[in-house]
């Protein structure tokens, strides 16, 4: 039984609270590296060959320490500047920029898809467009939940449930299933009938059973929960087990791909035990992994693929992403009621997430067609734009969007405070740093999540109502077929000003030195 996973040397560099420091630099909170969305050349990323060329300094995190200000940088981050070494390869500026992307795009997704949740693919289609504004979706909130602009739902909650458990750069099956329990206890307003079969267990009545008390009570849920999946759940094929995924990519960054993909079908197990679902979680996961490591497109379909090889299922999704097919088909052939009685189908969001990322000009452009054809658009859309994020990069992720995530304080938070999502920079570095086998030699506390204090937030991230128009989309003005952005409105939103790149390209990148080789023939 596959049960935990860890990568396999530690290097005590002092370097993970640095990573907080550059992010913050580049994104995602505004600023000149953040472009319109008007213009899809401005969203292709960062000049990737001047950056390469010209890492960090120390000096440059110490600058941009001191422009970022505290509401977005925690104190002792900063504090600890001063221990910074060197910058590696797994710390080049594009690996961070991909991997805050990637879990920026999972809250960005949810946040914006939950308002079109459930709605018929026309229904969608029509609420989309009327809720356009100057080229730009809002993130507007409402939906069959009536949720809070920038909030997310269950998706995410359960994907930072277990973000939480890999703080040791470790995958541990005992500990996600306490976590996934421990998330189910508190009480969420929206529960899929799949997740709620597998995650509601109770392994015994004796007081040591508590998940809390001990490695042998954890174990003894996460028997019982795979037990209780395998019969309520053996032949579903329902997304909850992607959904919550994109964490074991980031963290497996600095995995080799044998050890990421042996946690992503254990994980995958304890909710959805059907082999074709363990591939599709292989298949995303692989393809997340390769996107953060390398961003070419190409290698992120060769691994995917590699992962799901042994799922005709699953190819057949992969291979009509490529053609840009919608039509999802079932596993005897028919095709799928995407936006009704199939909505929750894993084939849906898995084909529309890679035809997105291969065929999508735009993180917006890309996340917009997914949320606009209706049904479970908020998981679709957490999964879809978590492949477009880990493509493009944080700094590709419309302004708006970003300022409406990262000002909202969950309505869970006192339930549940994992799912905070102002420090999320912090959180995707923290990840990829444990992965990698980076620690901070003692100085634990500058690594683990940071929960930004709501007051600081409205102080520094939200100046009267200019910042909240702006976080509602209604910032830019039409000149010359671009839209502007407004200056800046405090001193949270100034960044290093970076030249964006003028276009995507295709080229195939060497895997960044730090990083375990991704698998692909790379030029």
Known sequence: MVRSVESKSRVDTGLAPALVAVLETLSPGGGPALQSVSDPKLESGLDQATLAAKPPSVDSLASATSLVGTASLPSESAKN???VSEPCGVCSTEVRNRAVGCLLGQFV???LGTRYEFSPGPRAAAKVAGDMRDGLLPILGGGPFALERGQVTDDTELAMALAATLRDGRYDRAAAAAAYKG???SGPFDVGNATRNAFAVNPGSDPSSDPSSGPSSGERLETAMLEQARLLNGESLSNGCLMRASPLALVGAGWSEVVLLDAARADCELSNPHVDAQAAVAAYVAGLRALVGTGDVSCAMERAKAAASSSKLVQGFLS???RGEQVVQLPDGSPAVVDGQHMGYLGVALQWGFDQLLHARSFHEGLVEIVRRGGDTDTNGCIAAALLGARFGSQAVPRPWTLAVITCKQKRLGTFPQVDSRPLTDTALNLLARGAGITTGGQEAAIEHK????KAIE?????????????MGFSGEEKNGAETQSKPVSRTMRRLKIKPAKSQTTKRKKAPKGLPDPGCNLA
């Not at 929960?451 to 709501?454: Q, S």
């Not at 102080?459 to 976080?471: D, L, R, V, W, Y």
């Open 81 to 83: 500047l001063a221990n």
């Open 451 to 454: 929960a930004i204090e709501h």
């Open 183 to 185: 998330w189910l206890d």
């Open 109 to 111: 997704g949810d946040a």
């Open 320 to 322: 009509a992403a490529e």
């Open 459 to 471: 102080h520094k991230a939200i100046e009267h109502k200019a910042t909240e128009h702006e976080a």
